[in-house]
């Protein structure tokens, strides 16, 4: 059987490759994921692997060159940092450096290469394929290589892979690792914010970025911060006294803490460092704030990989073998990217001339132009960041009649950024001139609140309240399942009685079916004909209208650090397979997604189930993967399976066959993480989201204040869900989502995206699968034949 999955995606032997893959330049959280991602897919395809230890030297240094193997990758996905090491060599500056680097890689007999660097290692890739051909002709002219050796190698293949913690990559929109290190400064600001409010001090965090404010930005959006200087968009005329100002602004409110993030590159229009110290000197003497500076520096490197730097890597090194296998000699080398949900692949000289273009226009006092060469996903965030701190500026402000009285309500169960999400619309609602109100407790809430004696379920937010909230998991507002059917006349009452103008739901798929329920009830209820738009809130991520739902990341990041941990609990006994069961209702994402990102042998979903002969087959394959075992690796094995994957496979049941498959040779344990998964604080990927998605929920709402009820009841989109899908962020109206894209039996979407990853995740831990299966797409073939895809489109 294992012999016929192969035959699946290897590829025909002339068309083989010799692939060295390397990492270069700054190391980055999830390189080990890229480069585990590559051998074991560049294996699985049929290619010889070569990994070239220590950056650009190992291509100097033969012995640094050496060939992997399956096993050698085994758990480097929750590895930090990088295996094959990494350096920055001067040599390969020159020409004379990067001649015994291609003489070196012949020799060796690699013919396609993949670098996972930053700019300057993207750079020195790019000037060694244009030169490739120049220096294979020296190197046969001076005799150290023959016609014969160079053939074969006239065009070097070249694939890149951004590793970076800054995120300073034009052309995608996340580089491996910047969230992980977003998520270290989140972790070092979140602990600060306590001390901070308990002696109402300020803090000036310096984080780094010499020419890209990514890091800084990000951390000011996820956490609050009061005040954020990035490289990219100095403050005109007087940065001084407009800090001070929104700083004194804050406090007035109430605010008992100052926080202020400076990019290591920060200056101002004229280019002068903005250094923290200088910001110390203005809050202490001029504001008499007790002041103290905090430099992040490497501990911004460490730790282990989130969960989103080891879903990219994954994705990205599988999809980097696949450039290098489609590559010809007129195609130009990739770099592999990601537009919102997209991963996609970059013409590799253009990447790394628009990053470079970046500094030059920095240097050249040109900051409208270094702005708009970032990707615009990250001016939004500078616009909205701006918006939601300075919440007193006239400029925001509507005129009267484009003002609403906007309702916020959370429904079903709490997700990490649900808060972070209702604290970017309030500041924004405050911003704009609109009245956000805070219905309590979801609709039950609100309806309970109805009658002779309120109970206070619906209050105008103020900003103070909810100021705090970035960083706070579950729900302040508090939610509920309870849908609005349970009593539609009360909830329709409540609306028309606290003059409900525009509606902000923030929720899972109890969420939905409320927003369609309202919808429906629009014929009858005259207080419904108000725009209504909901954020999907939910760690299944089972709304229609979304590739994303927010708290998603949050619980993929709490139950990669349960597995690893437990995975961990086995290495003094070794020789244990852990079967956990994840949540996600009828969605298989969460399992699937955790299985990608820890590596599990077997991943079950509910849309897929269990049958007695995928049992056999992974039974089977768990007896001769031990068997072969000889003790490389002192970890257990990971088994995911969704809590609804089957009624007659449970989770323990499913542990209990492989003990008996096992007669005694190794060990299983079922374990349910439960509401672990729900995460503590939101991770920084749900904050930052929160805040976008929010901030244009409430933009989408404005575009109906003022206009008649016919047009709202027209337009399709005046009840809609906010969602990412593919490479861009839509708005799709409810009844086309109803209609169209909603599996209501098992409440998930009709086409969920990540289906497709889900033979990754299976080639990637060397599963077996049925043999009538496509490698490609995971399609059930009816023909019988394996090898190929093609015939699947
Ligand atoms: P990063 O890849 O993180 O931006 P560096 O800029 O230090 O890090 O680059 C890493 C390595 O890439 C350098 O030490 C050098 O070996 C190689 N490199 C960088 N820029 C060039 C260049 N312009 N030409 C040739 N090699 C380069």
């Given at each position: 059987?294992?012999?016929?999955?192969?035959?699946?995606?290897?590829?025909?032997?002339?068309?083989?490759?010799?692939?060295?893959?390397?990492?270069?330049?700054?190391?980055?959280?999830?390189?080990?994921?890229?480069?585990?991602?590559?051998?074991?897919?560049?294996?699985?395809?049929?290619?010889?692997?070569?990994?070239?230890?220590?950056?650009?030297?190992?291509?100097?240094?033969?012995?640094?060159?050496?060939?992997?193997?399956?096993?050698?990758?085994?758990?480097?996905?929750?590895?930090?940092?990088?295996?094959?090491?990494?350096?920055?060599?001067?040599?390969?500056?020159?020409?004379?450096?990067?001649?015994?680097?291609?003489?070196?890689?012949?020799?060796?007999?690699?013919?396609?290469?993949?670098?996972?660097?930053?700019?300057?290692?993207?750079?020195?890739?790019?000037?060694?394929?244009?030169?490739?051909?120049?220096?294979l002709s020296e190197l046969v002219e001076k005799g150290e290589l023959t016609e014969a050796e160079t053939a074969p190698v006239q065009h070097l293949n070249i694939v890149g892979m951004v590793g970076s913690i800054d995120n300073d990559m034009a052309m995608t929109d996340a580089t491996i690792g910047c969230y992980s290190s977003l998520q270290r400064i989140c972790e070092a600001v979140d602990n600060i914010d306590s001390t901070a409010l308990s002696h109402q001090r300020a803090f000036v965090i310096e984080v780094m970025g010499r020419h890209c404010g990514w890091l800084a930005l990000m951390a000011g959006v996820s956490t609050g911060a009061d005040f954020v200087f990035i490289p990219e968009k100095p403050f005109k005329d007087n940065w001084q006294e407009k800090m001070k100002e929104?700083?004194?602004?804050?406090?007035?409110?109430?605010?008992?803490?100052?926080?202020?993030?400076?990019?290591?590159?920060?200056?101002?229009?004229?280019?002068?460092?903005?250094?923290?110290?200088?910001?110390?000197?203005?809050l202490s003497n001029d504001l008499k704030l007790d002041t103290r500076i905090t430099t992040l520096g490497h501990v911004q490197r460490g730790g282990l990989p989130s969960a989103y730097d080891r879903m990219l890597a994954t994705l990205q090194g599988v999809e980097a073998v696949q450039a290098v296998l489609d590559a010809t000699p007129e195609t130009p080398s990739p770099v592999i990217s990601i537009t919102e949900n997209k991963i996609c692949r970059q013409p590799l000289m253009d990447a790394v001339a628009a990053t470079q273009s970046v500094a030059v226009a920095i240097k050249n006092k040109d900051f409208d132009k270094a702005m708009s060469l970032r990707d615009a996903e990250f001016a939004e965030y500078n616009r909205i960041y701006l918006m939601t701190t300075n919440i007193d500026s006239p400029e925001l402000r509507l005129p009267e009649d484009k003002r609403l009285r906007i309702g916020i309500i959370h429904v079903g169960a709490p997700a990490g950024g649900m808060n972070s999400a209702t604290r970017a619309a309030v500041a924004y609602c405050l911003a704009r001139g609109h009245k956000p109100v805070a219905l309590h407790n979801g609709f039950p809430g609100l309806c309970?609140?109805?009658?002779?004696?309120?109970?206070?379920?619906?209050?105008?937010?103020?900003?103070?309240?909810?100021?705090?909230?970035?960083?706070?998991?579950?729900?302040?507002?508090?939610?509920?399942?309870?849908?609005?059917?349970?009593?539609?006349?009360t909830t329709a009452t409540c609306f028309e009685k606290y003059k409900i103008q525009a509606l902000f739901l923030i929720g899972g798929f109890e969420a939905f079916t409320a927003l369609s329920e309202l919808r429906h009830a629009r014929e009858k209820y005259a207080a419904f004909r108000i725009p209504m738009i909901l954020l999907p809130a939910t760690i299944s991520n089972n709304v229609?209208?979304?590739?994303?739902?927010?708290?998603?990341?949050?619980?993929?990041?709490?139950?990669?650090?349960?597995?690893?941990?437990?995975?961990?609990?086995?290495?003094?006994?070794?020789?244990?397979?852990?079967?956990?069961?994840?949540?996600?209702?009828?969605?298989?994402?969460?399992?699937?997604?955790?299985?990608?990102?820890?590596?599990?042998?077997?991943?079950?979903?509910?849309?897929?189930?269990?049958?007695?002969?995928?049992?056999?087959?992974?039974?089977?394959?768990?007896?001769?993967?031990?068997?072969?075992?000889?003790g490389q690796n002192r970890a257990g094995k990971l088994i995911l399976r969704n809590e609804q994957a089957s009624d007659t496979y449970t989770t323990e049941v499913i542990a209990n066959m492989i003990r008996t498959a096992a007669k005694g040779r190794f060990e299983a344990r079922h374990v349910v993480p439960g509401h672990v998964q729900q995460g503590g604080a939101p991770s920084p990927m749900d904050r930052v989201r929160a805040v976008r998605l929010a901030v244009k929920c409430i933009q989408h709402l404005e575009t109906f204040a003022g206009k008649s009820e016919a047009h709202l009841m027209a337009e399709m989109t005046s009840a809609a869900v906010i969602g990412i899908k593919g490479a861009s962020v839509a708005v799709t109206g409810m009844e086309h989502l109803e209609k169209y894209e909603t599996d209501w039996k098992d409440r998930r979407p009709k086409n969920e995206f990540w289906i497709a990853m889900k033979p990754t995740v299976d080639m990637l831990s060397g599963r077996p699968l049925a043999e009538d299966t496509c490698y490609a797409c995971g399609r059930k073939l009816d023909h019988g034949v394996v090898d190929n895809h093609e015939n699947c489109a």
């Open positions: 059987m294992a012999s016929r999955r192969r035959a699946s995606i290897l590829i025909p032997p002339e068309k083989r490759k010799c692939i060295g893959v390397m990492t270069s330049g700054g190391d980055a959280q999830g390189m080990n994921g890229a480069v585990r991602a590559v051998v074991r897919s560049s294996i699985a395809r049929g290619c010889r692997v070569f990994g070239i230890h220590e950056g650009y030297e190992g291509l100097l240094h033969p012995e640094l060159i050496k060939e992997m193997d399956w096993i050698s990758v085994r758990g480097w996905l929750s590895v930090g940092g990088t295996s094959i090491g990494t350096a920055r060599c001067k040599d390969f500056y020159e020409r004379p450096g990067r001649l015994i680097a291609a003489r070196n890689l012949v020799k060796a007999g690699i013919d396609a290469l993949i670098v996972i660097g930053g700019d300057g290692s993207l750079t020195g890739a790019d000037k060694f394929r244009s030169e490739w051909p120049g220096l929104i700083i004194m602004k804050h406090r007035s409110l109430g605010k008992r803490k100052t926080i202020v993030i400076v990019a290591e590159g920060a200056h101002d229009e004229s280019l002068n460092k903005i250094t923290p110290e200088h910001v110390k000197t203005l309970r609140h109805h009658g002779d004696k309120p109970l206070g379920s619906v209050r105008d937010f103020d900003w103070l309240e909810v100021e705090g909230w970035a960083n706070q998991g579950g729900s302040e507002i508090g939610t509920n399942r309870g849908l609005p059917s349970e009593d539609m006349n229609p209208g979304s590739e994303y739902s927010l708290g998603s990341d949050t619980c993929l990041n709490a139950l990669i650090q349960y597995c690893d941990a437990i995975r961990q609990s086995a290495s003094a006994s070794r020789r244990r397979v852990f079967v956990v069961e994840t949540q996600g209702g009828k969605s298989g994402y969460v399992a699937t997604l955790a299985g990608l990102c820890v590596g599990a042998v077997c991943v079950y979903t509910p849309e897929e189930g269990i049958d007695h002969k995928m049992m056999y087959r992974d039974l089977e394959y768990l007896v001769r993967e031990f068997s072969k075992d000889k």
